[in-house]
């Protein structure tokens, strides 16, 4: 027996309408954004970061409370870390490129048991085996990338590992949507040019492949920050764009003629046109489609 409905067609469609299009997030409260800026304090960092940090983490509980640093210098100046470690209890792994930073740095480590140092040089191609053997989490709650040099490359290395927050330095120089990553080499090292990492724009493409959205960039210096993407809706940011997250370093920097050396037609001047490693010579290239 076929049972036919008696309520008309109009009224069914009128209905499936108002169903279809009534808004899904009608009853979610609303997030009030996170203030970052207010929380920015200088404790062992250098732009005001340990108050960011703790801020964020306020937000986003964290998970076995481990931190990586590599580019850690010696663990109290400009550290993103010592706060962490000790004011709050977390447990580190920290590295050092430079043999005597690294030293002063496991010096400086000694009475705290739950921080790892290491003199090492980081590359795409050890960073995982570095962590592997350090016993880092693959859950661990935050990352700082501050190697002067092949810091895009790295982090786009690291997969079998994935942090809550992830800090790292961009090159103010190019401005979103500026697309630059300077071209990879393993000796790659910071001489003091605009020779450096890559832009806001190219690690925002490259952190949204990896399941990260942009947060934070410090009111003074290059330093910005990406939390995964499922924790992003704790902070109540509604334009996390580049063009809206940027800040500029004050105008006189893109007046000094360095700034443009290499690129907008101007040619590295004598000298400066590459990277010497003993008896390397490394061409250096902004690359632009990455």
Do not use: C
Request: proline letters at 8%; hydrophobic letters at 40%; zero cysteines.
């Amino acid at each position: 027996m076929v049972v036919r409905s008696t309520i008309p067609l109009a009224l069914l469609a009128a209905a499936v309408v108002l169903l279809v299009s009534a808004p899904a997030a009608a009853d979610e409260p609303r997030v009030e954004p996170v203030d970052l800026k207010a929380a920015e304090r200088k404790g062992f960092s250098q732009f005001g970061e340990d108050g960011v940090v703790e801020k964020i983490f306020e937000i986003i509980e964290p998970g076995p409370k481990f931190a990586v640093e590599f580019g850690a210098y010696d663990g109290i100046n400009n550290s993103n870390m010592r706060n962490l470690v000790v004011n709050h209890g977390w447990k580190s792994y920290q590295i050092e490129g430079n043999k005597g930073r690294a030293r002063q740095l496991a010096k400086n480590y000694a009475d705290y048991p739950g921080t790892k140092t290491e003199q090492a040089w980081v590359w795409p191609g050890n960073i995982e085996v570095l962590f592997e053997r350090a016993g880092v989490p693959k859950d661990l709650d935050f990352l700082v990338i501050d190697i002067d040099s092949n810091d895009y490359y790295v982090w786009r290395a690291i997969h079998d590992f994935r942090p809550k927050v992830v800090m790292i330095e961009t090159n103010l120089v190019f401005p979103p949507p500026e697309l630059m990553v300077i071209d990879f080499h393993p000796m790659n090292y910071w001489d003091q040019t605009y020779y450096i990492g890559a832009s806001m724009q190219s690690l925002v493409n490259l952190g949204k492949k990896k399941g990260y959205e942009l947060l934070y960039q410090m009111s003074w210096g290059p330093n910005v920050f990406f939390v995964a993407k499922e924790y992003f809706p704790l902070f109540g940011i509604e334009d996390n764009s580049p063009e809206a997250i940027y800040r500029p370093p004050p105008a006189e920097v893109f007046e000094r003629p360095n700034a443009n050396w290499g690129r907008n037609g101007v040619p590295w001047p004598k000298g400066k046109e590459t990277l010497r490693w003993k008896n390397l010579v490394i061409e250096k290239k902004f690359l632009d489609d990455m």
